[in-house]
Every structure is written in C-alpha cells, then in structure tokens.
T-cell receptor, first 112, second 113 residues
Framework: QQQVKQSPQSLIVQKGGISIINCAYE??????FPWYQQFPGKGPALLIA?????SEKKEGRFTISFNKSAKQFSLHIMDSQPGDSATYFC???????????FGPGTRLSVLP | DGGITQSPKYLFRKEGQNVTLSCEQN?????MYWYRQDPGQGLRLIYY???????QKGDIAEGYSVSREKKESFPLTVTSAQKNPTAFYLC????????????FGNGTRLTVT
C-alpha cells in the first residue's frame, strides 16, 4: 500500500514534443504529490507539486494532472527541450511527520 | 544562498572501514533525511530526524548510523556491517510540516572496494 508505481522506465521524445510520465498509488492517505527532476551527479530538485483537492496544476511547460478516483497522477512536459533530459521521480506523502514514498524514476531523453 | 551541503562529493574506502558522510543545512529546517540511490532505482530512506537529538530508522537502516546533535547537521556513518555500501547517498531536509517538500543536497558517491 505504500508503493508508488511509475511508468515508463525510460522515454525518448523529439524536441518540441510532449513528454508524459504516469504514476499510481494505493494509499488513500497520501495527500501531497510532488515531482522531482534529477540531472546526472546532482540531487533531485522539486519541479512541481499538487494536492488532491485540485485536478490539474500548471507551471510554465510543466503540468500535473491528478485523478483522485483512479489514484493516478501524471506529469506532462509541453514543448520538450533537450535541457529537459533528466530523470523524473514522482512521490507521495500522507502529510505531517510522514515520509515520502518515491516512484522508481523515469529517464527522459529529448532529442534535438 | 540557503541550501544543503554534502561533502565530500566522491569518497573511496576499503572494505571493512567505517566512513562518515557529512550533511549540513542552513535552511533552518527541522527535519532531515538520508536516502540511498542505486543505478536505475528510486530513492530509499535510510534514516530521518524530525528534531534535534531524535532520529528514526527508515526502510534500509541496517549497517548505517546517524546522529543529530545540531539542527543544521545530520551526519551518516556507513559501517562495515553494511553489506553493499557502494551507492549514491543523498541528504535532504524539510520544514517537517504537512506537505512541505524535500530539499536535496548534491549527494556523495561512495565507492567501497
């Protein structure tokens, strides 16, 4: 129940295309869903996050879509750029004092 | 600039030796965490601390130890009891309140031969 599943494991997209990464969870106590971006040799950095009281959140080219009934959420990267090439992790937390559960990551490659 | 500093960036040790990884934060965050990352895998929680002088085991604490004597510091010791210590180690902090994100350092890559 604590697991967060993430797909695909790797993704190759042409420059200008849309990158879509999907995550699913089981624990209905999760109430905070961040996405992290990690470049090689660096620590993950918070990209965007959502709470289950909204179905979508957009920040620039990055959008989180959230489906509470299906217990799924996804990251959409519009107009993907080579600089977006990184590993993306979804995560979930049940709230205060609780720890994050991370998905296994998606390695995104955006071809020029 | 506020942030998390991990040192050293690369660390090499012989099998059987204990080694301590440093983590310092100046974000005034209450909570600090240690994660392990292996190639192609997600982040696995080793230890975490919500307040000074208190810490809890995470999912893979065996072979590791920590201390939290100061709010800004959370060193991790990889002991000789850790069977497969070669990995990328990430330290993180957060305000500890509900829905506060994790802030990560840039990691220490430990190689044990």
């Amino acid at each position: 129940q604590q697991q967060v599943k993430q797909s695909p494991q790797s993704l190759i997209v042409q420059k200008g295309g849309i990158s879509i990464i999907n995550c699913a969870y089981e624990n209905t106590a999760f109430d905070y869903f961040p996405w992290y971006q990690q470049f090689p040799g660096k620590g993950p950095a918070l990209l965007i996050a959502i709470r289950p009281d909204v179905s979508e959140k957009k920040e620039g080219r990055f959008t989180i879509s959230f489906n509470k009934s299906a217990k799924q959420f996804s990251l959409h990267i519009m107009d993907s750029q080579p600089g977006d090439s990184a590993t993306y992790f979804c995560a979930a937390s049940p709230g205060y004092g609780q720890n994050f559960v991370f998905g296994p990551g998606t390695r995104l490659s955006v071809l020029p | 600039d506020g942030g998390i500093t991990q040192s050293p960036k690369y660390l090499f040790r012989k099998e059987g030796q204990n080694v301590t990884l440093s983590c310092e934060q100046n974000l005034n965050h209450d909570a600090m965490y240690w994660y392990r990352q292996d190639p192609g895998q997600g982040l696995r929680l080793i230890y975490y601390s919500q307040i000074v002088n208190d810490f809890q085991k995470g999912d893979i604490a065996e072979g590791y130890s920590v201390s939290r004597e100061k709010k800004e510091s959370f060193p991790l010791t990889v002991t000789s009891a850790q069977k497969n210590p070669t990995a990328f180690y990430l330290c993180a902090s957060s305000r500890g309140a509900g829905n506060s994100p994790l802030h990560f350092g840039n990691g220490t890559r430990l190689t044990v031969t």
